[in-house]
């Protein structure tokens, strides 16, 4: 800081001799300001010091932070796309999806033992099959669309604050305390599921939306909008709102926006619907309606979700509505209020869905760390308007505070690194399932048994999502399939995870498996300090797998196989 003297006394009219005569008073006021301002001996360094560095150090400390969050991102999103085994439950069914789209097989069918697809909206799995077709199929291809994804919504989190505040640091903030909720947010940024490519896209038409005008820009992000709706179907509870929006551009825009979202985004549902026989509308729609069953999440959400994990980011959003309340650009703080409120409903009623995990959060995770950017700039342009020591306390509040939420996400990216022993581990599981004559049911890894050569068959959590919310009638004959499996040992070894879920998942069929088959042989970890990665499962101890054998019986019956789909036109091969 620059120190300028002046002369605190008011020019007084020269006498006779030229010299200035000053009036007792003038005197006495003039020494008490000097003595008000004067730091007390001995303490006008480490006034100085504490009113100019700290501000600045806590400034360029929360940018450290954003800078190492974002770039721990990088690297662990690279170390996991490599990774040649499942990182989270259903990657693999996804992987599968993938294999379909590559055969040119449709993904909405009528459901059996031999497969079962997810109840997500296909373009994720249409886009991923590109990368897979060029590198061969398996998990890196789909990875790197996610990692792709996450990096644009990065790109758009960071272009979104800077046309707001012209501010690159609240932008840096804002992308570096998104970064930063990888770990609050299940892991999940790059792995091979839909939910960074949804948001991609459904952030990328709201950014159109919010800043482009004209009828073309405004169709384009109508069809941003729809796609994301056609790679999940949560992203609907966020166009809702924004279509709101549109309506306050005028009639022309607003049929742009809605009439592109409605056209592609219908058009898109009633061609799956036409082209599958109705399976896609009753997996996509009738399936996931019966999800929202954890009534007590209306209220937990607020406490686990959001202020528990975010608390400093709700206190900037808030401080960010109640400021801009206050504005001239009212049409800001209408988007703003409709995003908002899209994001946050989609994030809370997928909380309410009894198979949620913490993807469920990125929406309003998102939103939050966009709010605390514009926030910032918020109390930054109000601090510029005071002097002094007030200036410097305030600046030092704020820096504080966003350091503060940032430490307080702080997480050890080794934990989530998967290292020799988890592939080394891989590779042993895969061994014993090559080893094992006859059909292999892996429930919650069903890939494996498609890299040892084998029939796959459906991934449990897919049965058990119909089984558990389907319309009794309809998923009946699974159910007895499933049983049936069992029953008459059709499957000559189970390879089941050590740790059960204790879930509703588990419950559906672990009574018929238990009945009629016997654990016979444990696969450890290779050492005791191996990584456990277990996305949406709890970490097993010691022991990672237990192979079960069918119980003695004279009665078994041999598996009747499905035509074979071991040969996939992706070529998905066992890691080396």
Request: net charge positive; aromatic share 12%.
């Amino acid at each position: 800081m620059r120190w300028t003297l002046r002369n605190p006394l008011p020019p007084e009219k020269p006498d006779a001799h030229g010299v200035a005569a000053l009036s007792a008073a003038t005197v006495t006021t003039a020494l008490e300001r000097v003595d008000t301002h004067a730091p007390a001996a001995g303490g006008s360094l480490l006034t100085t010091v504490l009113s100019d560095w700290i501000p600045s150090a806590l400034r360029w400390a929360v940018v450290g932070a954003a800078i190492l969050y974002i770039s721990v991102y990088l690297f662990v999103a690279y170390r996991r796309m490599v990774y040649p085994f499942d990182l989270e439950r259903l990657e693999g069914s996804a992987v599968e999806q993938v294999d379909r789209v590559l055969r040119g097989e449709p993904l909405f069918v009528a459901p059996s033992l031999n497969y079962v697809p997810m109840v997500y909206t296909p373009v994720y799995f249409y886009v991923s099959a590109l990368p897979a077709k060029l590198m061969g199929l398996g998990f890196a291809p789909l990875r790197l669309v996610s990692i792709l994804a996450s990096l644009g919504c990065f790109a758009l989190l960071y272009m979104f604050v800077h046309r707001e505040t012209s501010s690159h640091y609240c932008s840096l903030v804002s992308v570096g305390l998104f970064a930063a909720t990888f770990r609050e947010t299940g892991d999940w940024l790059e792995l091979a599921r839909t939910d960074s490519l949804y948001l991609f896209l459904l952030v990328l038409g709201a950014y159109l939306l919010r800043w482009k005008r004209g009828s073309k820009w405004l169709v384009l992000a109508g069809g941003c909008a729809a796609l994301a709706f056609l790679t999940k179907q949560t992203a609907l509870l966020v166009i809702l709102p924004l279509v709101i929006y549109a309506a306050s551009l005028g009639f022309r825009l607003f049929v742009a926006f809605a009439g592109a979202a409605g056209v592609l985004g219908a058009g898109g549902i009633a061609l799956l619907h036409l082209r599958s026989g109705g399976w896609s509308t009753f997996y996509l729609f009738s399936l996931t309606s019966s999800f929202l069953t954890l009534k007590g999440h209306i209220v937990l959400f607020w406490i686990n979700d959001i202020f528990r994990v975010l608390p400093i980011a709700v206190a900037f959003c808030v401080l960010f509505f109640l400021d801009a309340a206050d504005e001239k650009d009212r049409r800001a703080v209408w988007f703003y209020t409709c995003f908002g409120a899209g994001m946050l409903a989609a994030s809370w009623l997928y909380s309410l869905n009894w198979g949620a995990y913490l993807n469920g959060r990125l929406p309003v995770y998102f939103f939050l760390c966009l709010a605390t950017g514009l926030g910032t700039h918020r109390v930054l342009d109000l601090l510029a308007t005071r002097a002094g020591d007030r200036a410097r306390i305030g600046q030092s509040v704020l820096f504080a505070a966003l350091l503060i939420q940032s430490c307080a996400l702080v997480y050890d990216p080794r934990l989530v690194i998967p290292g020799s022993r988890d592939v080394e581990l891989g590779r042993q599981v895969l061994a014993r399932i090559t080893q094992i004559p006859g059909p292999v049911y892996v429930p919650n890894h069903t890939y494996l048994s498609a890299l040892a050569g084998k029939q796959s068959f459906a991934h449990i959590l897919n049965l058990c999502t119909l089984l558990v919310s389907g319309n009794p009638h309809t998923v009946a004959p699974l159910g007895e399939q499933l049983r049936d499996a069992f029953r008459n040992k059709r499957f000559s070894a189970v390879v089941q995870d050590a740790v059960w879920t204790g879930d509703v998942v588990a419950e559906v069929y672990r009574s018929d498996f238990l009945e009629n088959y016997q654990p016979d042989q444990e696969i450890v970890y290779p050492e005791s300090d191996s990584r456990r990665l277990a996305t949406g499962l709890p970490a097993p101890q010691r022991v990672a797998f237990i192979i079960y054998v069918p119980k003695a019986t004279n009665n078994a019956s041999q598996i009747a196989l499905p035509p074979d789909r071991s040969q996939s036109s992706g070529q998905l091969k066992a890691p080396q």
